[in-house]
């Protein structure tokens, strides 16, 4: 009786202690590759900016924002400009 209460205790602890040192575990960092793209986004240029843009971001998220092991951000930046569109 005694060793099958010491045999679940230390199961016990070891699923204890070692659930504790899975957190403390040092985590990998995801590299992030960063995709910049400009189109314009003001004038008579929006449809087509916007259709631009959406595609761009469908392709993320099919991709699941990732490739290659590493995560990836689009950065979108507006060329147009807001003078002449």
Known sequence: MRLKRFVILAVALTMVLSSLLAGCAPKATAKVIKIYASWPMQGAMIPEGTAM????????????????GSKLELVFLDDASPTTG
């Open 53 to 68: 843009l959406n595609a761009a971001k469908l392709a993320f998220e099919q991709a699941n924002w990732e490739a290659g």
